[in-house]
């Protein structure tokens, strides 16, 4: 018969070693940032005449390492039963946040479901930094936290999301999100994409959404205003020469600006 596989089937070798990986590191801030300064490290051996200040070894190294020292006296404050330990990891989402780099997912998902709802918020907000769509993926399992200090900071984070990638989870999000208003800041950073499927949803909630959903999609385009040839304003003018009522006319008037 065949020989086995040197690995299991499914996604590319280096994909698979990234899951075990974190799977092994659990979800722990210090082995994903030690992790990212070997690296840093062997980078900045095999081209030792590189600049290190050149936006990505020095500073990543720095970041990483101030990240690195938090987790650890995050880690001593809670085996001491600190009551510091809270603004410590609160400190930690945040550090973690300044690092753009995919490994850093697992450790602030971790601290999204930190009993300490500060910290939930903070590592809410680090999160949203990081332009995955495994982020957006966590802020849409954030919207549903009991916390509303948490919520809010989804909303907040939600604003600030205007990459392709989000638009998914943001279309999801504007449709089932528990709260009106995580809907409504979902469907405001919808607008501020320009992309088929959100330009699709938006212009459905101007046709027949709410009287609040369309003015959050008005807010954010006074805010963002839309390309002229963008595929919103496509949409809106293709509508417009379709023939639709008055009132309607001048919702969409409003949103080309």
């Given at each position: ?23 092994e590191q659990g979800g722990r801030a210090e ?148 709260t009106e208003e995580v809907r409504l800041a ?72």
């Amino acid at each position: 018969g065949s020989p086995s596989p040197a690995w299991p089937p499914g996604p590319p070798l280096d994909v698979w070693l990234d899951d075990v990986i974190e799977h092994e590191q659990g979800g722990r801030a210090e082995h994903a940032c030690a992790e990212l300064l070997f690296d840093a490290l062997d980078a900045s051996r095999l081209a030792p005449r590189a600049p290190l200040r050149d936006g990505l070894h020095a500073p990543r190294r720095r970041r990483a390492l101030l990240a690195l020292l938090t987790a650890l006296e995050a880690t001593r404050l809670a085996e001491a039963d600190a009551p510091e330990a809270v603004e410590a990891r609160s400190e930690l989402a945040g550090r973690l946040g300044e690092i753009i780099d995919y490994r850093m997912l697992a450790p602030l998902e971790a601290l999204t479901r930190d009993p300490a709802p500060s910290v939930r918020a903070r590592a809410v907000t680090a999160i949203a930094n990081l332009p995955f769509k495994r982020s957006a993926q966590v802020l849409r399992a954030a919207a549903h936290d009991d916390a509303p200090e948490v919520v809010s900071a989804v909303i907040l984070a939600l604003e600030r999301q205007h990459a392709p990638v989000f638009v998914d989870p943001l279309r999801r999000l504007a449709h089932d999100a528990p709260t009106e208003e995580v809907r409504l800041a979902a469907l405001g950073a919808l607008a501020g994409i320009d992309n088929e499927v959100a330009a699709q949803r938006v212009l459905e909630a101007l046709e027949s959404g709410t009287s609040r959903e369309r003015e959050a999609i008005l807010r954010a385009l006074r805010e963002r205003r839309p390309a002229r040839d963008g595929r919103l304003a496509a949409r809106i003018r293709a509508r417009l020469a379709d023939g639709v009522p008055p009132e309607l006319a001048a919702e969409f008037a409003r949103a080309l600006g």
